[in-house]
C-alpha cells in the first residue's frame, strides 16, 4: 500500500482532475472520494471521463476521510476549515480552495465575506523558499487558478527589481471549467460561445492572493471569460525599473522549475498548449512604443492551476520528486 489517498469534493471539475491524476500516480492510493449532492453516485456516473474507475462517492464527512494519509480539499469557499479541522493530526491536507491562502483577514473580508477561517503554508512551490516550507508543512493552502498564472508571470520580476510594484496591470481570460460545475453564472453553451465577456472588473478575488505573494503594491486586474474548457492566458504589464530585461529575469527564476517553462524567443503562450499537463508557459518583451514589460502567462486552470499543483504539493511534502504522477506536456491539439 502506499500513500492513502481522498477526495473532498470529487464530484466537481478540480475533484475530478484530482481523482485522474492519483489514478496515474505511482505512489498515491484513492481510498475515498466524497460529494454532496452526488454523494452515492459511482465516480464514472458523474465523470465520463474516468470509466472504469470502480469507486462510489461517500458523503463529506469525517468517517469517510478517515482512511486516509492526504486529503485533497475541493470544496467551495466556506467549507474547508470544517471539514480539515475534524481530520486527524498528521494527515496531511492540501485545500483547492481559497480559506487558508490569505493572512489579511481584512483582505479575506473585503474579497469573500465572513470570518477568516486563518492562514496555511502558501501552495506555489516555484516561489522562493516555497518548497521548503511546504515540506514541513502539514497543511497547505493551493493557490487560485488566475494567481497561479499570474504570480508566475509577476513575481520575478518584481523580486529582481524589473518591475514597478505599484504600476501592474493585468487582463485574463479564463476558460468556463473555472466557474466551477455548480457554477452561478450563466453559463449556457448558447451565450458563451462566439462571445468575450469580462466579469468581476476591478475587483476580482484573487487580487489580494497576487499582492500579497508577489508585493505588488497596485494592481489593475480585468478577467474575461472565454468560450473554451479549460485554460487561462494571462497579459501583465508593467512599468519597467532600472532597464531590466523581463526574459532574463524569468529565465533565471525559473532554470531549475520543472513545469515552468520560458518560451524560445518568438514564441508566445497558447493555453491549448498546457491542457492537460501541469505546466505553466511564459513569454516576455518590451512595449516598442510604452517601454512596459509585457508577460504572457498561459496554464491549465484544472492543471497548474488547481490539480496538478495540489498534486505537486503533496509531493512536496510527502519528500517525493515533485514531478511524481504528473505531466510536463499538453495533449494539444
Ligand atoms: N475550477 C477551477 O479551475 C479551480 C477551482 N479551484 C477551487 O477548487 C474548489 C472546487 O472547485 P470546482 O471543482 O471548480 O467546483 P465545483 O462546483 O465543480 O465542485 C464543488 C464540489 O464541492 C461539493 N460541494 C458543494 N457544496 C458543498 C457543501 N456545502 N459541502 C461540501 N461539499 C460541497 C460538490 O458536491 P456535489 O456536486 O455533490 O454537490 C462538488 O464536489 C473551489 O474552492 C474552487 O475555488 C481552485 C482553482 C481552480
Ligand atoms: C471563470 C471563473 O469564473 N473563474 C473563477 C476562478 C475562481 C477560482 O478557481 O479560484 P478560487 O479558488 O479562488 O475561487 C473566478 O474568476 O472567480
New binding site residues.
Given amino acids: 500500500m502506499g500513500i492513502r489517498v481522498a477526495v473532498?469534493?470529487?464530484?466537481?471539475?478540480?475533484?475530478?482532475e484530482l481523482l485522474r491524476l492519483i489514478a496515474g500516480h505511482p505512489e498515491f492510493d484513492l481510498v475515498a472520494a466524497?460529494?454532496?449532492?452526488?454523494?452515492g453516485s459511482p465516480v464514472s456516473a458523474?465523470h465520463p471521463q474516468l470509466a472504469g474507475l470502480d469507486l462510489t462517492?461517500g458523503a463529506?464527512d469525517a468517517e469517510t476521510l478517515s482512511g486516509a494519509d492526504l486529503v485533497f480539499l475541493?470544496?467551495?469557499?466556506g467549507?474547508?476549515a470544517a471539514?480539515a479541522a475534524r481530520l486527524a493530526e498528521g494527515v496531511r491536507v492540501v485545500d483547492?480552495?481559497?480559506d487558508f491562502r490569505l493572512e489579511s483577514a481584512e483582505q479575506w473580508t473585503r474579497y469573500y465575506g465572513g470570518g477568516h477561517a486563518g492562514t496555511w503554508t502558501y501552495g506555489l512551490p516555484e516561489l522562493p523558499g516555497a518548497r521548503a516550507a511546504i515540506a514541513g508543512a502539514d497543511r497547505v493552502a493551493?493557490?487560485?487558478?488566475y494567481a497561479a498564472t499570474i504570480i508566475l508571470a509577476l513575481a520575478p520580476l518584481i523580486a529582481a527589481g524589473v518591475a514597478d510594484p505599484e504600476d501592474v496591470v493585468v487582463v485574463a481570460s479564463?476558460g468556463t471549467?473555472?466557474?466551477?460545475?455548480?457554477?452561478k453564472v450563466n453559463l449556457l453553451a448558447s451565450e458563451i460561445m462566439g462571445d468575450l465577456s469580462p466579469y468581476k472588473v476591478g475587483a476580482h478575488q484573487h487580487v489580494a492572493e497576487i499582492k500579497q505573494a508577489t508585493g505588488a503594491g497596485s494592481l489593475s486586474m480585468t478577467p474575461i471569460l472565454a468560450p473554451m474548457p479549460r485554460g487561462i492566458l494571462a497579459t501583465v504589464t508593467a512599468r519597467r525599473r532600472n532597464g531590466g530585461d523581463p526574459r532574463e529575469a524569468l529565465q533565471a527564476a525559473y532554470a531549475d522549475a520543472p513545469f515552468v517553462h520560458v518560451l524560445p524567443e518568438g514564441s508566445w503562450p497558447h493555453t491549448a498548449a498546457t491542457a492537460g499537463s501541469n505546466s505553466c508557459h511564459l513569454q516576455a518583451t518590451v512595449d516598442i512604443d510604452s517601454g512596459r514589460i509585457i508577460v504572457v502567462s498561459a496554464l491549465d486552470?484544472?492543471g497548474k492551476?488547481?490539480a496538478g499543483q495540489a498534486v505537486q504539493n503533496a509531493n512536496i511534502m510527502f519528500g517525493l520528486p515533485e514531478t511524481t504522477g504528473l505531466s510536463v506536456f499538453g495533449v494539444a491539439p
Fill in positions: 473532498a469534493g470529487a464530484s466537481g471539475y478540480a475533484g475530478g466524497t460529494a454532496h449532492s452526488q454523494a458523474v462517492l463529506t475541493a470544496l467551495p469557499h467549507q474547508s471539514v483547492l480552495g481559497a493551493n493557490t487560485g487558478c479564463s471549467s473555472g466557474a466551477g460545475r455548480n457554477a486552470n484544472l492551476g488547481a
